[in-house]
């Protein structure tokens, strides 16, 4: 019993995680799995070009305030990425899972002085536009924080939970 409870909770922490926003200001995400065909062409296009050796893991469409975006979510060797896009094949966002070291020296600074006795072991860099951040989940015993840098390692929100 105790596993699965760490196994859920595990899993509702990753779907914050990847639910989380490129701004302070959280968007309303819901999203709903849907199969291949359902996407539209232009949408499945521009991936496959874009993306020719990427193995789809799975489709959805996702409601961000009010809107309908497409969602890909896509493994390229060991690199896990969920790309947003506008129906018209255009791209909204794109998230890449990282591993912390990874990330750009300035931002693993910052969080790994902000939160010396933490765990990181992963993260992701999230990219809208010309906007990249960085979410990255920090542990600390039972507390876990999630907090969100700018590509110059400057905080942009910390959101606390405690499991």
Not at 43 to 51: H, S, W
Not at 53 to 61: C, D, E, I, L, T
Not at 123 to 137: D, H, K, L, S, W
Request: proline share 3%; with cysteine; glycine share 6%.
């Amino acid at each position: 019993m105790r596993s699965t409870n760490h196994i859920l909770r595990g899993a509702v922490l990753l779907a914050c995680l990847l639910a989380l926003p490129l701004s302070a200001n959280a968007d309303r995400r819901y999203a709903k799995r849907i199969k291949k065909d359902a996407v539209p062409c232009a949408v499945l296009t521009d991936f496959n070009n874009v993306y020719p050796n990427h193995k789809v893991q799975g489709y959805s469409r996702v409601d961000i305030d009010g809107r309908n975006y497409y969602q890909m979510e896509s493994l390229d060797g060991k690199t896990r990425r969920y790309i947003v896009y506008n129906e018209d094949g255009s791209v909204y966002e794109t998230r890449e899972v990282v591993k912390v070291r990874s990330m750009p020296e300035n931002v693993w600074q910052a969080v790994s002085q902000a939160y010396p006795q933490a765990t990181m072991n992963w993260g992701e860099r999230a990219t809208r536009g010309t906007v990249v951040q960085y979410n990255v989940i920090v542990r600390e015993g039972r507390k876990r924080t999630n907090v969100v840098l700018d590509q110059s390692g400057n905080f942009v929100q910390r959101l606390v939970s405690w499991i």
